[in-house]
């Protein structure tokens, strides 16, 4: 069993920028960001996988990245060049499986989320 907690949301002005971090319990195989907005579908932000580079997806590629440290078993996101289109929740998730081998962002263990607000 994984535990992950997030924190680092907030209000932001549009063109800011903001930090997230996920603390795990432990870090698997495969770590995610994603996120929902109010009224929408949960989307992907991006993967990381123990080891290789990170994946983003399309609405964020070029001003999101993934990093992590693992001598803190903390997953980060940072946010750059926010918009308004990137409020939502945002939810930290693992899963011990290859990244490759989660459908659909089936991941097994998630976060509590951390909200997000640009305006």
């Known amino acids: 069993h994984v535990q992950l907690v997030e924190s680092g949301g907030g209000s932001v002005q549009a063109g800011g920028a903001l930090r997230l971090s996920c603390l795990a319990s432990?870090?698997?195989?495969?770590m995610g960001w994603f996120r929902q907005a109010a009224g929408k579908e949960r989307e992907k932000v991006g993967t990381?996988?123990?080891?290789?580079?990170?994946t983003y997806g399309d609405a964020v590629k070029g001003r999101f990245t993934i990093s992590k440290d693992n001598a803190k078993n903390t997953l980060y996101l940072q946010m750059d060049s926010l918009k308004p289109e990137d409020t939502g929740m945002y939810y930290c998730?693992?899963?011990?499986?290859?990244?490759?081998?989660?459908?659909?962002?089936?991941?097994?263990?998630w976060g509590q989320g951390t909200q997000v607000t640009v305006s």
């Open positions: 990381s996988a123990r080891d290789g580079a990170p």
């Open positions: 432990y870090m698997p195989a495969c």
């Open positions: 998730a693992a899963d011990y499986l290859q990244c490759a081998a989660i459908v659909d962002g089936a991941f097994d263990y």
